[in-house]
């Protein structure tokens, strides 16, 4: 069985601070990949960023890097230079390469401080 | 590029009534089609999901059930409402078939059962 957990309901973070959101997943499967997805107050999940299993180099896009550590089963989200339009929940999902569903975690609101 | 549509945003709808949801994909081909429920502060509860038109896969046994007479049409549908149908409704699309790639989501339903 495939599980996410994310343990932070909220986070608080200083404008331009980075801040770091925690995930860790299990599955037996070898090959899945991770994501990280954002609810602003208007509902929409927006897709940050992606993760493969066999992937050596931890993911980036833009400010949104994703911690892969394959060892402990960890996919931590950083956000750096933390902007008040980054107040919002995050999700982080998986889904292995043998199935079609993709598995979230409870999800950590994040609150940036101006 | 590929945009998925949803609708309506908001309804309002009273106990025992039916229900209609509509999501469509454009720019993808035979794409994996997936319907979400979220509670109000919650994470997001996967419904149904489908690989191909005709094939629902049902994840929560409710008095919810789910169509894709399209390849790129989903529909999700109830004969009488319950209070605890309100929510808040996503469609989400994903490439379809062997590997692992990211879901992306449609603008979201919020439905209140009255």
């Known amino acids: 069985a495939q599980k996410i957990t994310q343990t932070q309901p909220g986070m608080f973070v200083q404008e331009k601070e980075a801040v770091t959101l925690d995930c860790t997943y299990d599955?037996?499967?070898?090959?899945?990949?991770l994501f990280w997805y954002k609810q602003p107050s208007s509902g929409e999940m927006i897709f940050l960023i992606y993760?493969?299993?066999?992937?050596?180099q931890n993911a980036t896009e833009g400010r949104y890097s994703l911690n892969f550590q394959k060892a402990r089963k960890s996919a931590n989200l950083v956000i750096s230079a933390s902007q008040l339009g980054d107040s919002a929940m995050y999700f982080c999902a998986m889904r292995v390469n043998t199935g079609n569903q993709f598995y979230f975690g409870t999800g950590t609101s994040l609150t940036v401080i101006p | 590029s590929q945009t998925i549509h949803q609708w309506p945003a908001t309804l309002v709808q009273p106990v025992g009534s039916p229900l209609s949801l509509e999501c469509t994909v454009e720019g993808t081909s035979n794409p994996n089609l997936y319907w979400y429920r979220q509670a109000a502060g919650r994470g997001l509860q996967l419904l149904f999901y489908?690989?191909?038109?005709?094939?629902i896969s049902s994840e929560v046994p409710q008095n919810l059930s789910a169509s894709r007479p399209q390849d790129r049409q989903f529909i999700l549908s109830s004969k009488k409402l319950l209070l605890s149908d309100s929510g808040f409704y996503l469609c989400?699309?994903?490439?379809?078939?062997?590997?692992?790639?990211?879901?992306?989501f449609g603008p979201g339903t919020r439905l209140t059962v009255t």
């Open positions: 993760q493969g299993s066999y992937d050596e």
């Open positions: 599955t037996s499967d070898q090959s899945y990949g």
């Open positions: 489908s690989v191909g038109i005709g094939q």
């Open positions: 989400a699309w994903s490439i379809g078939g062997l590997g692992v790639y990211e879901q992306y």
